[in-house]
């Protein structure tokens, strides 16, 4: 509830803590599934607004024979 009063749906970003092995699993309950994509993704990249929009699709490196 506390979350919706501050309107968590659309201020809330996921923070990852890598490389420590104590972190809390963004899938853990109290978030409702539907906010997931917003807090994982939308969020950040509404707010940094400098990020790129596409996302470069790296070429295959070929061996050489």
């Given at each position: 509830q506390l979350l919706e009063m501050i309107d968590g749906e659309n201020l809330?970003?996921?923070a990852s803590d890598y490389p420590h092995w104590?972190?809390?699993e963004p899938t853990a309950p109290g978030l409702p599934a539907a906010w997931r994509p917003?807090?994982?993704y939308a969020n950040a990249r509404a707010f940094y607004t400098?990020?790129?929009r596409t996302?470069?699709?790296p070429k295959p490196v070929l061996?050489?024979?």
């Open positions: 809330l970003m996921f104590d972190f809390d917003k807090i994982n400098r990020l790129p996302v470069a699709t061996a050489e024979a």
